[in-house]
């Protein structure tokens, strides 16, 4: 597999989208329809315009006179000014109409020519409204004796009607079905000049009009011609005018899960129904449907995908539960995050080494994302700072985080789970739009976590990041009586990252090891911190042993996760205060240390 290209498809056999009875469809119509008529196939850039105009011309091209024209090429080097008698001598060629018809278009186009480009604008944007002023009268050429332009106007329409009979007379077929092409190409003015030109020079009978444009393009390039600003019904007014028939590209009705489908098995990649579904949901929430953005999307892919293969970025470590399929999901909904979101994919690489469980629960909250202090960077950098587009970010990371996730901790991330993740977040950065240097740190460097060797070098760094003295004693505190209970339980694993300690239990997970507690780092003023500890290490008893202590049910400052994990706040500190603090972290590990003791693994 080399990638995808960005040519149309041009028959219906390479349809993957399954949007074949919307073109048998629209072909019936274009062969059954009264003329002259219009029909506009409306859509984003990219969104298969081309492709469905292609598999039309292709359905139907035996039973009419196909005419294609694609004004892309008048969108370059200035030539889009001569755009709208361009289009008019074209048709005549294509048609083959007799000489007499064509040498007149070209008298007024060498009558309009030494007036440059300026007046072959304006040739068009007067005609538009019926009328021709006085002082374009006298450009007109010497070869085109000085009549009305009324008459002007008719003598060409007639022309072109009778090279239209003439054409399908010789050919022994019932219509012409005229297709343009690239509209939205076009600078918006001239894209709705050619619509005019269409309408008052081409609304011949026995005519098909197949327009490929943007109802947008047509409403800016309103507003760029009038220079007011355009309202809705005046937009659609001088649409309905033009088109008498609308038709959406059906980019919802698209059989995407096929289309990945069929990608993801030209790349090699095995993957069930659920997967598939997995890699819907990412692109759904993230870049949308549009083939366009889903092919560079997927070249994308394709590169990192074959570069982390040779660098051995799907080999599983020893004792991990990461498989090569995982890796390549995180890979995928972090290039749709790159593409989608650019700022806060932006965001997380410039503070990668500072992302952690409670990064993702924020991400994932909508109020967090509008006023947490912490994300102000962000939302300052954000194209959009609207409640939508902040949902927007919502929905796709919590489809991101399950990704992310992939053992069966409930809402919690493990330690390999989130160094997997910043290592792929790195890697991905070689098809970033992005400034940022995106080098992992050298000192004390797995993957990309950053590591401790003991509690001391922690210590160090908690300290140089302006945690003060005072405020570290409820951490060391902690990490005291833990390392002291590891020294004669060797399943009791502890690692220090830079903003995330974990224990863990050796002897869970058939011997491979899960996270049974989380601690983020202390607050600076405080030392209060989050701490976490799921149900193998003793949540249960420990939210009633915390509660009896405190003589109460419940604290604002402790909760119960789904019933599996209990959690501490950092205000926990400030509610009960700093001597009570000790106490609950005493008896926290504790309760924590006889809970991995009195289990049977027998």
């Not at 102000?376 to 796709?396: A, G, Q, S």
């Not at 119960?560 to 009570?580: A, C, H, M, N, Y």
Request: hydrophobic letters at 40%.
């Amino acid at each position: 597999m080399h990638g995808y290209t960005d040519t149309p498809i041009e028959l219906a056999e390479q349809d993957v989208m399954n949007v074949k009875v919307y073109t048998e469809s629209l072909s019936e119509f274009i062969l059954t329809c009264s003329t002259p008529m219009t029909i506009a196939i409306q859509g984003d850039w990219g969104s298969g315009k081309t492709s469905m105009m292609n598999m039309i011309r292709n359905e139907i091209e035996s039973q009419i006179v196909p005419v294609w024209f694609n004004t892309w090429q008048y969108s370059q080097f200035e030539m889009a000014s001569y755009l709208s008698v361009s289009l008019l001598s074209n048709f005549l060629e294509k048609i083959g109409a007799d000489k007499e018809s064509q040498d007149f278009l070209k008298g007024l186009t060498r009558g309009l020519s030494s007036f440059g480009k300026t007046a072959a604008v304006a040739v068009t944007e007067q005609l538009v409204g019926g009328t021709i002023a006085s002082n374009l009268k006298d450009k007109l050429t010497e070869n085109v004796a000085p009549q009305d332009s009324s008459k002007i106007l008719e003598e060409l329409r007639a022309k072109i009607g009778k090279a239209v009979n003439a054409k399908l007379a010789a050919s022994k077929k019932e219509r012409i079905v005229i297709f343009v092409n690239d509209l939205d190409r076009l600078a918006p003015e001239k894209a709705v000049e050619l619509l005019e030109v269409l309408k008052i020079f081409m609304d011949v009978p026995q005519c098909v009009f197949v327009l490929a444009v943007d109802y947008g393009v047509v409403t800016l390039g309103l507003e760029k011609k009038f220079g007011v600003t355009v309202g809705h019904a005046k937009g659609k007014s001088f649409f309905d005018k033009i088109i008498q028939l609308p038709f959406s590209i059906p980019i919802a009705q698209y059989d995407i899960s096929g289309f990945i489908k069929n990608l993801l098995s030209n790349m090699g990649i095995a993957c069930a129904e659920e997967e598939i579904t997995a890699y819907r949901d990412v692109v759904d929430l993230s870049i949308g449907c549009n083939p366009r953005s889903m092919k560079r999307l997927f070249n994308s892919f394709i590169l990192l995908n074959t570069v982390a293969r040779k660098k051995g970025l799907f080999n599983n470590n020893e004792g991990e539960d990461i498989q090569a399929q995982d890796t390549q999901m995180i890979l995928f909904a972090t290039l749709c995050l790159q593409m989608a979101f650019s700022e806060l994919y932006d965001y997380m690489m410039k503070n990668r080494n500072d992302l952690d469980f409670e990064f993702f629960v924020s991400m994932r909250d909508l109020e967090a994302i509008k006023t947490n202090p912490a994300f102000e960077e962000l939302r300052t950098n954000l194209p959009d700072k609207d409640n939508l587009y902040y949902k927007k970010i919502v929905r796709f990371m919590d489809v991101f985080f399950k990704c992310i996730k992939k053992d069966d901790d409930i809402e919690m991330l493990s330690e390999s789970e989130l160094e997997n993740f910043l290592n792929t977040l790195s890697f991905s950065a070689i098809t970033a739009n992005t400034h940022e240097d995106v080098r992992a740190d050298k000192t004390q460097v797995i993957g990309n976590i950053q590591r401790f060797n003991d509690l001391d070098s922690k210590l160090t760094q908690l300290s140089n990041d302006g945690v003060s003295e005072n405020a570290l004693k409820f951490y060391k505190l902690l990490f005291d009586l833990l390392s002291e209970a590891a020294k004669t339980r060797d399943y009791i694993r502890i690692h220090h990252a830079k903003t995330l300690a974990s224990v863990g239990d050796m002897r869970l997970k058939d011997g491979k090891g899960r996270n049974v507690m989380y601690v983020d780092n202390p607050v600076k003023k405080t030392g209060g911190f989050w701490l976490i500890v799921s149900e193998e290490g003793g949540s249960l008893e420990i939210y009633k042993e915390i509660c009896d202590m405190l003589d109460q049910n419940t604290t604002k400052s402790i909760d119960f996760i789904k019933d599996t994990w209990v959690r501490f706040t950092p205000s926990l500190v400030k509610e009960v205060g700093e001597e009570q603090y000790f106490k609950i972290l005493e008896k926290t590990v504790n309760v924590f240390v006889n809970t991995l003791s009195n289990k049977d693994f027998r």
